[in-house]
C-alpha cells in the first residue's frame, strides 16, 4: 500500500496510488492547522488499510534534510498551527513500521513533471512562491532546501506596491503570489482578466524568476504550476519575456521550445509526485 500526502497552503490531498505516480484513490480538503490537518489525512488512510510507504509533499519552509534534528518539521512559517510541527513524527506515531519520505510541494511536483529530463524546474504560484530543481536526475536541497519566493526582483516600470510577505515585503513571493495579486488590484487572480496591467506585472516578476533558474542550474524546461499560473496565454507571455531579456545567452532556450510550460498532470501533479517519492 502506497500513500502520498501533498500538504498545500490552501488545499491537502492524501491518496493510494502506484509506484509509477498514478493515482488510484484521492481524498481533497481544507488545509488547516498541523495537527487537524494530518488527523484528517491519517484517519482516511486508517480506514483503507496500513500504508508501507508514504511520500508526503509539503508547504515550506520545512526541514528536510534527514541529518537534521527537527526533520519532517515545519520551519519559520507564519501560518497558524504550523510552525514546530512534525510531519514525520505525527505519521511515525500512527504507522511506525511504514516508510516515510517528505520532500518540498514543489520537489515532489519537479519528479511528476520531469517528462524523462534530468533537469527541469518547476514554480508553483499561489499563496506563496515555490521552486523545485532536479538536477542531473538528482533532486536539489542545499542546507534546508531553495526559496525561489524570496528573492528581490527588479521592480516592473511603474510598481511601486510595498509587497504582502511578512519577512520581506517586496520579494519576488511579497510581489507576484495570489495574496499579493488580491492586495494589489482589490480581487483574486481569477477575476483579472480585463486588468491587462496585472498580467504585465505578473508575467514579468515570473519572468525574471525564470532567468535566475536558468543562471544557477540551467534546467531544459521550467514548469508553472499553481491557481495563478492558470490565466489565458500566461505561460507564453511569460516565456516571451524570457526570451527578450536573454538576449540569446542561454542555450538551454534556444535549443528547447516550449521553454515555459503548464504542468502535465494539472493539478495532480504534488500528489504524483508525492507517491513517487514514496517509492523512490
Known sequence: MIAGIELGGTKTVVALGEADGRVIEEHRYPTTDGPETLARAIAWLQERGIPERIGIGAFGPISVNRARADYGSLLATPKPGWRGFSVTGALAEVFPAARVAIDTDVNVAVLAEADGLDDVAYITIGTGIGG???????????????????????????????GVCPFHGDCLEGLASGPAMKQRWGREARDLGDEPRAWEFETHYLAQAVLVLLAAVNPARVVIGG????????????????????????????????????????QQAGIRGALLLASS
Open 132 to 162: 523545485g530543481v532536479l538536477a542531473d536526475g538528482r533532486l536539489v536541497h542545499g542546507a534546508v532546501h531553495s526559496e525561489l519566493g524570496h528573492w528581490f526582483p527588479r521592480r516592473a516600470e511603474g510598481d511601486d506596491f510595498a
Open 227 to 266: 491557481g495563478v499560473s492558470q490565466a489565458e496565454g500566461f505561460h507564453g507571455q511569460v516565456e516571451e519575456k524570457v526570451r527578450a531579456a536573454a538576449q540569446s545567452y542561454f542555450a538551454a532556450l534556444e535549443e528547447n521550445s516550449p521553454f515555459v510550460v503548464p504542468p502535465q498532470h494539472g
